[in-house]
């Protein structure tokens, strides 16, 4: 397992963007594939995007398809998860993920076993 530490969460309108960040501190030679879940208050925890050790390959859930982005900085240890047209059902609170993973190929299906502590996504109309 890697340590995983998120920033970004906050409070905002409909319709309004906010940009969540993830940075994995634990130094490894293994390639990572890392991406986000979320929960909402009273549901499970659901996929939201993913995003392979190379930045080449990701996959999203319906849900954000078109309103969210996921990148991955040069280091390659920093994935950003940018979020637009955000909409009440986006409310909830937001985990970074991480697995070992070496191909560019990625699914929502991966098996991650790091996770970070979670940051609060609001959004109200």
């Known amino acids: 397992q890697v340590q995983l530490v998120e920033s970004g969460g906050g409070s905002v309108q409909a319709g309004d963007s906010l940009k969540l960040s993830c940075t994995k501190t634990?130094?490894?030679?293994?390639?990572?594939?890392m991406g986000w879940y979320r929960q909402a208050p009273g549901k499970e925890r659901e996929f939201v995007a993913v995003i392979s050790w190379s930045g080449s390959g990701t996959d999203y859930a319906d849900s954000v398809k078109g309103r969210f982005t996921l990148s991955r900085d040069d280091a390659q240890d920093t994935i950003h998860l940018q979020m637009n047209n955000l909409k009440d059902e986006d409310t909830a609170v937001y985990y970074c993920?991480?697995?070992?993973?070496?191909?560019?190929?990625?699914?929502?299906?991966?098996?991650?076993?790091?996770w970070g502590q979670g940051t609060q996504v609001t959004v109200s109309s």
């Open positions: 993920v991480a697995t070992i993973f070496y191909s560019d190929d990625v699914h929502r299906r991966l098996d991650f076993g790091s």
């Open positions: 634990t130094q490894t030679f293994a390639r990572y594939a």
